[in-house]
């Protein structure tokens, strides 16, 4: 899916903006695409969903909040994680309105 969203990004720079959206515990298996993406500098949004510091439906394994540290490290991407609905609103701003139109970015949503 990562792969997938570089592609696109990289066949026509700016024409596309592409945005993937799973559960935070499965971009582990994104990460390389993501880091990938991140590190040519393809812009692209990546919205997490499910991050939740407490144990929901879906049990604890549904639940990794140490996966947002993983793409905080991560250089060119832009790591958000809203807490309210007016943050969700910024952190799609800031997502498609960035002053360096070459940074990736990943939306943890709860």
Request: charged letters at 15%; hydrophobic letters at 45%; one cysteine or more.
């Amino acid at each position: 899916m990562a792969a997938i969203s570089n592609g696109i990004a990289e066949f026509n720079p700016g024409t596309f903006i592409p945005v993937t959206a799973i559960f935070l515990i499965f971009y582990l298996y994104a990460a390389p695409g993501v880091r990938m993406g991140a590190l040519s500098k393809l812009r692209g949004i990546h919205v997490a969903t499910h991050d939740s510091i407490g144990e929901g439906q879906n049990g604890p394994t549904h639940q990794p909040v140490e996966v947002d540290s993983l793409f905080r490290a991560m250089p060119n991407l832009l790591s958000i994680r809203p807490a309210d609905e007016a943050e969700v609103t910024g952190a799609w701003m800031c997502a498609l309105d960035n002053e360096d139109k070459k940074v990736r970015s990943i939306i943890s949503l709860a």
